[in-house]
């Protein structure tokens, strides 16, 4: 199992990125996939989930109306639009997935949200 996010970098506040997390190594279809997030000196926080066939997400009450999680189960990647960024969204976002109770994480992307 392979997660491998992109996308991430420096963005003023107000601005926006485009991450994705390619997934390879299993079935990519059968499986709700999952955004988290880690600020420094903070614990890790879910930010964005997504069902198998894209029809149900949920968000973090702090991204609500700002963030969308979407997928393409034909190229095997997840993504999160992040719309209106703020400062306090800065952090190593991290794409997961969740098989047969065990955890798997990609390497993580850095979003730094500064003018």
């Known amino acids: 199992v392979q997660l491998v996010e992109s996308g991430g970098g420096l963005v003023q506040p107000g601005g926006s990125l485009r991450l994705s997390c390619a997934a390879s190594g299993f079935t990519f279809s059968r499986y709700d996939m999952r955004w988290y997030r880690q600020a420094p000196g903070k614990g890790r926080e879910l930010v964005a989930d997504?069902?198998?066939?894209?029809?149900?997400?949920n968000y973090a009450d702090s991204v609500k109306g700002r963030f969308t999680i979407s997928r393409d189960n034909a190229k095997n990647t997840v993504y999160l639009q992040m719309n209106s960024l703020k400062p306090e969204d800065t952090a190593v976002y991290y794409c997961?997935?969740?098989?047969?109770?065990?955890?798997?994480w990609g390497q993580g992307t850095q979003v730094t949200v500064s003018s």
């Open positions: 997504i069902s198998r066939a894209g029809v149900s997400t």
């Open positions: 997961h997935a969740r098989m047969r109770l065990v955890d798997y």
